[in-house]
């Protein structure tokens, strides 16, 4: 195509100041994609203020409101004057949504007034989404009917690994999405002083160390996590156990810990917003614990790998289908002897567990800088097809 920067146009309902796994997905997109293109980000207001300038890309923002009991909020863009001019004034190449509502139903419709591609990138198990908010199978099936029907008239689809491309079929894709996996900005933490700092900052000694990054909450199945915390102590294995990160369910967690005794075993860090602190904590421990049946690819396994700390997730779980069991990472039953006992098993092969660990670095971890190279030819490809058309 002509030798002139294209622009890309990325819909998503959620952005900071808000933080979850598809904010920085979208995030890492727009920074990359910004050296090679003009960017346009659209996405809602959070109540307060945030200082989007910063960015190396425009965003435009929507007027939102505030969903009861979640910390999420609903964007209204048609009902947004200001959102709807920029929008009609974006003269945009290509539409990315990462969600087929709401806003991400805006870029789409957008693109197909104006007859240029739209792809959309599946990240979440919208039906189970619905129905545990709405507690209605009839509001359920109305909502996903919407959300296909916009699905449908994409160019191309994408899901985050082989079982959410099938979770959408089941939802009445017809035609199956390709799979375009997540990755990570983290390269391999080598500062071995700052790892011995933080293992004498958390006094750790000898003891194998386990990891949770992400938010507390109880989709990431925190609760079951502190179950198994508790049962390796009743094993009498040597362990500390690193807890990385906030959220609504953080009162809780405290109070089970301490309900157990576990308050020499469990660290609590918090928040942790430097990137090369995160990849030193992950690069220090042995293994990283991840239970959630509700997560479709988390972002937080690929950071693991990519300091050689493999996962265990799971069993059966959409987001465990991204690993080969017992070769880059583990997955085992839903059931706390069986999960305490499988973390054991594991850290005392040693030879095995690292054969393990360099596996999930090797296969696993993929550079966010390879991931959008990719997929900036894949919309030059994309906008060249439909010019054509």
Not at 180 to 187: G, H, P, V
Request: aromatic fraction near 10%; glycine fraction near 4%.
């Amino acid at each position: 195509m002509e030798n002139k920067k294209i622009t890309i146009g990325i819909f998503v309902d959620s952005y900071f100041p808000m933080i979850d796994g598809v904010v920085m997905v979208v995030h890492n997109y727009a920074k990359r994609l910004a050296d090679k293109a003009n960017v346009i980000v659209f996405a809602p207001r959070f109540g307060k203020p945030f200082d989007d300038s910063k960015f190396a890309f425009k965003v435009v923002r929507s007027k939102s409101f505030q969903i009861p009991f979640i910390d999420y909020r609903a964007p209204l863009p048609k009902m947004d004057k200001q959102f709807q001019k920029e929008l009609k004034e974006s003269n945009l190449d290509i539409v990315h949504i990462h969600s087929g509502f709401a806003i991400g139903n805006q870029g789409a419709e957008y693109a197909r007034e104006h007859n240029i591609p739209v792809i959309a990138t599946l990240h979440s198990q919208h039906k189970r989404d619905i129905l545990e908010r709405t507690h209605s199978k009839l509001i359920t099936k109305v909502i996903m009917g919407s959300l296909i029907k916009v699905l449908s008239k994409t160019d191309k689809c994408f899901a985050v690994n082989e079982k959410m491309a099938d979770l959408y079929v089941e939802y009445g894709l017809k035609n199956k999405p390709g799979v375009l996996t997540n990755a990570t900005e983290l390269k391999l933490c080598e500062d071995f002083d700052k790892i011995a700092s933080l293992k004498e900052k958390h006094q750790i000694k000898d003891e194998k160390i386990l990891i949770f990054v992400g938010r507390i909450d109880k989709t990431k199945n925190i609760h079951f996590t502190v179950e198994v915390l508790r049962k390796l102590k009743e094993l009498k294995f040597n362990y500390r156990m690193l807890i990385i990160g906030g959220g609504p369910y953080m009162k809780k967690l405290v109070k089970q810990i301490k309900k157990y005794e576990l308050e020499e075993y469990v660290i609590l860090t918090g928040r942790i917003y430097e990137r090369e602190d995160i990849a030193a904590y992950y690069r220090m421990a042995n293994l990283m614990i991840f239970p959630s049946t509700y997560d479709a690819s988390s972002l937080v396994q690929i950071e693991a790998a990519s300091q050689k700390t493999p996962t265990i997730f799971a069993k059966n779980s959409i987001t465990s289908s991204t690993i080969t069991p017992d070769v880059n990472g583990y997955e085992a039953e839903l059931d706390v002897d069986i999960f305490a006992r499988k973390i054991i098993s594991v850290l005392e092969d040693n030879k095995k567990h690292l054969e393990v660990a360099q596996n999930a670095y090797d296969q696993i971890y993929t550079h966010w800088d390879k991931k959008v190279e990719d997929i900036y030819d894949f919309y030059l490809e994309l906008i060249e097809e439909k010019k054509r058309s």
